[in-house]
């Protein structure tokens, strides 16, 4: 048996990139409040 100790993450950090994070923190900030 073969294992492998390769871990590898998308290279394609356009994805990353195309993430309307201003939007995304504010969601994120709106649930902290409904869960405190």
Known sequence: MMISTE????SDGAQ???IDWKSAEAH???LQM???
Do not use: D, P, Y
């Open 7 to 10: 871990i590898s993450a998308s």
């Open 16 to 18: 990353w990139q195309s």
């Open 28 to 30: 994120v900030l709106k």
């Open 34 to 36: 409904r869960i405190a």
